[in-house]
């Protein structure tokens, strides 16, 4: 861990200055008769002559006038590489870095690593200001390796970098993805001795840890600076925030909201988004709202993502009326709704089972305020008119989607398959799923699911068999819904053995069951396999990683039922009792039947 070695405060680096020297009125400016000059002949002999004539001594200043002046690029390279090869005349490092401005600004990234080269290359004193510019500059260009391969050559050979450079490097290979890296240079940096992270190095080390879910790092590296005494921004508190609520530690991400109040650093609309929404997904819907109605009684104005955040909450939680009020509050704090927001309404207004007029007025109405729909809103649109029986409302949207150029959206075609399939449209479904195929090129995961779902259900068991491999062969790897899919085929047609088996088989390909995967297998066990077999898969469930629930006791209740095994039966149900788990009325019903059938039977043997 990084300790600062004293409480000395190193030399403030600034930065070079992107808007180039400033001009001084009080010396000389270009003769405009050779600007005319420079514009209509371009640099050659007769531009040259203007020079002399003029008598414009050829120094540095001049050189960055002259790149300075608006004229054709190539012009400015033949200048500064005539310029170059005068009699007592050197580049230093500001006329380098005009003309890598100059080619940077034109996009003519070819010459500008060459003019960055021959910079490095070259007698000029190059500062830590004018790395940090270079590193920025090719950084800016995607050129992130070659950046790297400048900032060791100078650092060897002509200056040693800052923290504002190592900031610098740190911010590019953030800003183009190479988070490794940013570890290494950190741990580069604090090797250096007189090289001290700041605030700005924190924040950029944070913000890629959690990005690459390394939290218990961001963690130790928040405490680290703090104990630098460094004071962490807000930045670095929100992303700690967002941290905490990943970990499930919501108490913590509280905590650390009080903590940043009372250091006087106020939350910022971002640090609300991510409270708001850690709040909302651990289920504390009033809590979220209120802190949501404080932060507006306090004068902050929420943006279009927060509330965006606070409507999905809140439809959700079934609280329609309440997403819809803050819609219609949007315009008192200048905050415009977008695809997003309506997106959110629509959907909510399907979850929380609105009539469906509701969600088609929503989406005229959106359309109405220019709000172009994406391939996700014609997607929810689909998904609710499926379940609400709509079709054929469902199958002209997807047309739509067509006509508007939207490519193909596996979600909604899923959502048709599935209700054509349980409509038993199953020719219909088939013809879908085979246009899906022929529009993507190949299929998703989750279509193949639906379809070996459904040819499962109907009985066709060798046609889902033909799809789960056709999948594996055009490289779409099962996924645990296509293999749960075909176990419940399996099971379906009493080939047990078979489901358990390809249980295993997906466990060897890395692909973890589910809950869902090990009750389909205990289902067709409890069925047909037998009560032995069906509590030996429970108690392999008690010791797995994935636990038993009330609908898995229920199960093998029914199956002891069904064999006469109530003394196991009334065990099983002990059991169910101390964890809280209700017995399936229709179970309980069946014991009870049971029990009195046996007793009757006795009876009449006694007689």
């Known amino acids: 861990m990084f300790r600062l070695p004293s409480p000395e405060n190193e030399a403030p680096d600034f930065a070079f200055n992107r808007k180039l020297p400033k001009k001084n009125p009080s010396v000389r400016t270009l003769d405009q008769r050779f600007i005319r000059i420079l514009k209509i002949f371009k640099w050659g002999p007769d531009a040259e002559k203007a020079l002399e004539v003029l008598k414009l001594k ?80 090719l950084g800016k260009a995607k050129m992130v390796n070659k950046a790297l391969s400048i900032f060791y050559q100078i650092k060897s050979r002509k200056c040693k970098p800052t923290a ?80 905490y609520f990943k970990l499930g530690k919501t108490e913590t991400a509280l905590g650390l909201v009080q903590e940043m109040k009372g250091k006087g650093c106020s939350p910022t609309v971002f640090t609300y988004t991510e409270l708001i929404k850690g709040i909302g997904k651990a289920g504390r819907v009033e809590d979220a709202y209120g802190i949501f109605m404080n932060m507006l009684k306090e004068g902050s104005k929420p943006d279009v993502v927060l509330v965006n955040n606070m409507i999905n909450i809140l439809g959700k939680a079934g609280r ?48 109405a305020d220019g709000v172009v729909p994406s391939s996700f809103t014609y997607s929810i649109l689909i998904d609710g ?43 219909a479904a088939s013809e879908l799923f085979q246009e899906l195929k022929e529009n993507c090129g190949c299929s998703s995961a989750r279509a193949y699911a639906v379809m070996i779902k459904l040819f499962g259900k109907c009985g066709n068991l060798s046609r889902a068999v033909d799809l789960f491999n056709e999948m594996k062969k055009l490289g779409c790897n099962p996924d645990v819904y296509t293999y749960n899919a075909l176990m419940s085929g399996m099971v379906r047609a009493g080939m047990i053995d078979e489901a358990h088996s390809l249980l ?73 009792k101390a964890r809280d788990f209700e017995y399936d009325l229709i179970t309980y019903s069946s014991i009870l039947e049971a029990v009195g059938k046996i007793d009757e039977d006795h009876n009449h043997t006694t007689f």
């Open 58 to 137: 050829v120094d540095q200043r001049l050189v960055r006038e002259v790149l300075m002046i608006d004229v054709e690029i190539n012009v400015k390279i033949q200048f500064f590489k005539w310029a170059g090869k005068r009699r007592n005349f050197e580049h230093d490092s500001t006329t380098y870095m005009t003309l890598i401005h100059c080619l940077d600004e034109a996009g003519v990234v070819g010459e500008m690593w060459k003019t960055i080269q021959e910079m490095v290359r070259s007698t000029c004193v190059i500062g830590p200001a004018e790395l940090s510019e270079i590193v920025r500059t």
């Open 164 to 243: 504002s450079t190592y900031n610098t490097i740190i911010l590019m290979l953030m800003q183009e993805g190479h988070h490794e890296k940013v570890h290494e240079l950190y741990n580069e940096m604090c090797n250096e001795g007189n090289c001290l992270p700041d605030t700005v190095t924190y924040s950029a080390l944070v913000s890629t840890y959690s990005k690459l879910g390394r939290h218990d790092s961001a963690i130790r590296l928040f405490e680290e600076m703090k104990e630098n005494g460094l004071q962490p921004t807000s930045k670095i508190y929100t992303t700690l925030i967002e941290i």
């Open 320 to 367: 329609l009326e309440d997403a819809l009020k803050l819609f219609n509050e949007m315009k008192s704090w200048q905050c415009v709704p977008n695809v997003v927001t309506y997106n959110t309404v629509i959907k909510a207004l399907f979850d929380s089972k609105a009539p469906i007029s509701e969600a088609s007025l929503w989406f005229e109405k959106m359309k």
């Open 385 to 427: 008119f499926c379940k609400t029986n709509r079709v054929e409302k469902a199958l002209l949207l997807l047309e739509e989607m067509d006509e508007k150029g939207f490519p193909p959206c596996p979600a909604a075609y899923c959502s048709l398959i599935n209700s054509l399939g349980k409509a038993k449209r199953y020719e």
């Open 504 to 576: 295993r088989t997906m466990e060897e390909n890395g692909c973890d069951p589910d809950l869902n995967s090990h009750n389909i297998i205990l289902n067709g066990l409890a069925r047909r396999g037998g009560p032995k077999r069906a509590m030996e898969m429970l108690t392999k469930m008690k010791n797995s990683k994935i636990k038993p629930v009330v609908i898995s006791y229920n199960t093998v209740l029914g199956c002891l039922s069904r064999a006469g095994m109530f003394e196991e039966a009334a065990k099983l149900m002990k059991e169910m």
